[in-house]
């Protein structure tokens, strides 16, 4: 009977861990399988486009390339406001210069696997004191996870816009655009 009443209590507190504590825990299963199939398509090799912008109209994109699970460059494009006087800004580091540009609004340095960890333990978790957000493209695919504080007006989102993911090839060839 011991034994019994200890395996209840293990199983009941096992499924008290599980995804639960996350938003759209069903669409983000979902896109999940979608994605796994995708990366396993096209050997793990694609790049994918963040963007962001501002109130005032400026606004950022960064292209991860991945190539066999590992990103081995980032672009940078930074477009000012209509009315600024700001320059356009842009670069693009290689593999061995991934990083060295910290003073731009830079998307994070990582692939899409690491996308969906951040959206599971951070972005798309439950809370009482934001708004949750999350979108798929139509293949399924993340577009966007994250949240805003209540009662944050400019510029509060904290996670991730997707515009575009490209499948290529191991040769570098684009070969599927979404």
């Known amino acids: ?3 019994l ?6 199983l009941s507190l096992f499924s008290a861990c599980e995804k639960d504590d996350i938003n759209f825990n069903s669409d983000f299963e979902k896109s999940e399988k979608a994605w796994l199939s995708f990366k396993n398509t096209w050997n793990n090799s ?19 390339t991945v190539t066999n699970g590992v990103v081995t460059e980032r672009y940078y494009k930074y ?17 061995s210069e ?18 969906y960890e ?14 949750t957000f ?3 493209n139509d293949d399924g695919l993340l577009f966007q996870a994250g949240y805003v504080p209540n009662g944050c007006v400019d510029d509060c989102f904290v996670g991730i816009s ?12 684009n070969a599927y655009c979404r």
């Open 79 to 95: 477009t000012p406001a209509p009315d600024s006087k700001q320059p356009i800004i842009e670069w693009t580091e290689n593999e």
């Open 162 to 173: 997707i515009r575009k993911i490209e499948m290529v090839d191991i040769l570098g060839v």
């Open 1 to 3: 009977m011991k034994v």
């Open 98 to 115: 991934l990083n060295t540009h910290t003073d731009s609004a830079a998307a994070e340095t990582i692939t899409l696997d690491k996308v």
């Open 46 to 64: 694609y790049q994918y486009t963040v963007v962001n912008g501002s109130w005032v109209g400026s606004g950022w994109e960064t292209k991860l």
């Open 118 to 131: 951040k959206a599971q333990l951070d972005w798309l978790l439950k809370r009482d004191d934001a708004e």
């Open 134 to 136: 999350f979108e798929v």
């Open 5 to 10: 009443i200890s395996l209840i209590l293990c």
